[in-house]
């Protein structure tokens, strides 16, 4: 798909997500009324219901932060879409709110249909949002979800492709890569060079962390590194914006200085909760 016109893989991405999150809200709505008097407001505020309490609420905070990244996956396709400046930002802030609005749903449904109080349990299950949903609603609907998992995870692949081979040939054109991955595909227009760089290099990190460390740990050095990369990535554009409102003079210091110090901060914290102390296989990552 990434391989084609950019059309093809926004219309599958945008049209499967919408499925996705349709299922998502209507399962969370589900839990949310089976749960019954375990609803409460108390699980937004009360952070001894988390494993070790404030530390568990911390490491909690690295796997939401990227999570919540992928919406600025569209500044990459500024190029390619009309009306940049307007679309682009636009779609980032329904994209951003949309995302945060669902995980609140789906977060808080899931941990009052289980029960604040074992949420330990839930840590330790295979697949507890299936567990939750065949209780509900029986295998039929579990296997109707689990299939839309299956393809939001291709979904998220394709994203990634998207990005990361536009940010390759972006370098490539600055010339701060080699000149051969900015080349065009010059039928489909799509940047193929840097496609297949991503794919191999994708490849090729996957097989190696295997032969290092096994599938199990392979997987959790890949997972972990992404996430301490995703986290950094964060930091650094924090950095960036501080840096270019000085430059700029944009006389905006609430949203040029104290947010990215704020999110610099509480992201510093959730570094030192995910990765202290040094564990390995997981430090590796």
Same mark, same amino acid.
């Given at each position: 798909l990434a391989w084609f016109r950019i059309t093809p893989s926004l219309t599958y991405g945008g049209v499967t997500a919408i499925i996705e999150a349709a299922v998502l809200i209507a399962a969370s709505i589900a839990m949310i009324v089976w749960a019954g008097s375990r609803n409460s407001g108390s699980v937004f505020a009360d952070p001894h219901l988390a494993i070790s309490g404030w530390k568990g609420v911390i490491i909690g905070m690295a796997v939401a932060s990227t999570a919540l990244g992928g919406p600025d996956a569209v500044v990459f396709l500024g190029e390619e879409s009309r009306s940049a400046r307007t679309t682009i930002r636009r779609a980032l802030l329904i994209g951003q709110f949309s995302v945060i609005g669902l995980y609140l749903l789906y977060s808080y449904a899931v941990t009052v249909a289980w029960g604040p109080a074992k949420m330990g349990t839930f840590a330790l299950a295979p697949a507890p949002g299936l567990a939750l949903i065949g209780s509900i609603a029986g295998r039929v609907v579990v296997l109707i979800v689990a299939l839309l998992i299956l393809n939001s995870s291709i979904g998220v692949n394709l994203a990634i492709n998207l990005t990361a081979s536009r940010m390759l040939f972006d370098h490539a054109r600055a010339g701060l890569l080699p000149a051969r991955l900015a080349r065009v595909h010059p039928r489909w227009r799509t940047p193929g060079a840097a496609l297949v760089a991503t794919?191999? &290099?994708?490849? @090729? $990190?996957?097989? @190696?962390?295997?032969? *290092?460390?096994?599938?199990?740990?392979?997987?959790? @050095?890949?997972? &972990?590194?992404?996430?301490?990369?995703?986290?950094?990535? %964060?930091? &650094?554009?924090? @950095?960036? *914006?501080?840096? %270019?409102?000085?430059?700029?003079? $944009?006389?905006?210091?609430l949203w040029m200085i104290v947010v990215p110090l704020i999110s610099i901060g509480l992201l510093g914290l959730s570094c030192y909760g995910n990765f202290f102390p040094i564990a390995f296989p997981a430090s590796i990552g």
């Open positions: 794919v191999v &290099i994708e490849i @090729v $990190t996957a097989v @190696v962390a295997r032969g *290092l460390w096994g599938a199990t740990n392979g997987f959790i @050095v890949c997972l &972990i590194g992404a996430t301490a990369g995703g986290i950094f990535s %964060f930091i &650094i554009t924090d @950095v960036a *914006l501080i840096v %270019f409102g000085r430059r700029a003079r $944009t006389g905006k210091p």
